[in-house]
Nanobody, 119 residues
Framework: QVQVAESGGGLVQPGGSLRLSCAASGNIFSIVSMTWYRQAPGKQRELVAAITSGGNKNYAGSVKGRFTISRDNVKNTVYLQMNSLKPEDTAVYYC?????????????WGQGTQVTVSS
């Protein structure tokens, strides 16, 4: 079993920055990818950014150029640096860890961290 814990959310003014962290722990064999999603009230959950074990990155168009995803493979941690935040970035941000052990691939989710962008 793999545990996932996000941190770093909070209240920030428009134009400000936040850095989210997501740490995976437990019986880790191989992490295939680490992905950030977000869900705003009344909206579907959407992919924000993803990074593979090889370091390939993917971003939603709405955050490209403002958000940066990175990972520390030693600490099994993924980060999301969010700059130039806008009110529409307000959402609960979730981390998903895609884990592989032998031929078995599972997704593990964190409980989410609230990000509120408001003046």
């Amino acid at each position: 079993q793999v545990q996932v814990a996000e941190s770093g959310g909070g209240l920030v003014q428009p134009g400000g920055s936040l850095r989210l962290s997501c740490a995976a722990s437990g019986n880790i064999f191989s992490i295939v990818s680490m992905t950030w999603y977000r869900q705003a009230p009344g909206k579907q959950r959407e992919l924000v950014a993803a990074i593979t074990s090889g370091g390939n990155k993917n971003y939603a168009g709405s955050v490209k150029g403002r958000f940066t995803i990175s990972r520390d493979n030693v600490k099994n941690t993924v980060y999301l640096q969010m700059n130039s935040l806008k009110p529409e970035d307000t959402a609960v941000y979730y981390c998903k860890i895609t884990h592989q052990r032998m031929a078995l691939i599972n997704d593990y989710w964190g409980q989410g961290t609230q990000v509120t962008v408001s003046s």
